[in-house]
């Protein structure tokens, strides 16, 4: 199923925007918060503590990031289909494929973000370009493979994609760049956090969505069930599996906000 009349122009960005969300709410809060104490400790040169409150922030981001992604990835169709109530199903669905598409990036993305602002505490403006240019020349290149290897229909789809696969190498190459300060960050230092945080929100989000056809209610109605079920249950493993991150995550956040 292909985008037909009133929304040909628009599956992509509109998918990237609702994408955006929670890493407009939860990383960049958390980023902006991290900075000033990230400037500080590069200033005085003490690398390892840059480093230790860099894998503190990398963790507290991904208890928010990794279970909105698995939404993102299963129920970005009901989403879409609420949001964009006044376009076919067709078109609805066609946008919550592209959002899931996009969702699998959503953790990387903000991995790089922290990343990045590690380099902007050093004042190095040429790494933080060359970490962009490395990633999106890479996105262009799988970009043009996609374009040319999926059919027409698909093609919006599979650059979503193309860019979620990118800020990967994006994050891998940023980590990389901050060894030049003897900044080394192990992926296995984040990996088995991540894979914790990702099976939690599984075991909530695959019940939910093989039962999705039996939820009552409409589409909001059925949403939002969805949501708060997902939420209160992904929060309740937390507790049980003892991730503390997930407290100072919300309790930062709470304080940005505040604050602005």
């Known amino acids: 199923a292909g985008i037909t009349t009133g929304v040909v122009f628009t599956p992509y960005t509109s998918a990237y925007y ?19 104490h990230l400037s500080k400790l590069a200033i005085e040169k003490k690398v390892e503590d840059v480093r230790l409150q860099l894998i503190r922030a990398i963790k507290m981001v991904g208890v928010v990031t990794v279970p909105s992604a698995i939404a993102l ?29 996009l969702a699998l990036g959503l953790a990387p993305m903000s991995i790089n973000l922290i990343a990045i602002r590690a380099l902007s505490a050093f004042e190095n403006v040429r790494l933080q370009v060359l970490s962009n240019t490395i990633m999106n020349v890479i996105a262009v290149i799988i970009s043009i493979v996609v374009a040319l290897a999926l059919p027409p229909q698909w093609v919006t789809v599979g650059l979503a994609g193309a860019l979620a696969l990118s800020y990967f190498f994006g994050a ?17 230092e984040v990996t088995g956090f991540y894979l914790k945080l990702t099976l939690l929100a599984l075991l909530i989000a695959l019940p939910i969505w093989f039962l999705r056809d039996l939820i009552p209610g409409g589409n909001i109605v059925r949403l939002l069930i969805v949501l708060v079920v997902s939420g209160i249950g992904y929060l309740a493993l937390c507790k049980i599996a003892r991730v503390s991150e997930i407290t100072s995550a919300i309790q930062l956040i709470a304080r940005r906000r505040k604050i602005g």
């Not at 609702?18 to 000033?36: C, E, K, Q």
């Not at 891998?172 to 296995?188: A, E, F, G, M, Q």
């Open 172 to 188: 891998w190459s940023t980590i990389h760049l901050l060894r030049r300060y003897d900044i080394k960050i192990s992926i296995s």
């Open 73 to 101: 990835i299963f129920f970005g169709p009901m989403m879409t289909e609420t949001l964009y109530f006044g376009i076919s199903l067709a078109d609805s669905n066609y946008l919550g494929y592209t959002l899931s598409a």
């Open 18 to 36: 609702i994408m955006l969300l929670p890493y407009s709410i939860v990383t960049i809060s958390i980023v902006t918060a991290l900075l000033p």
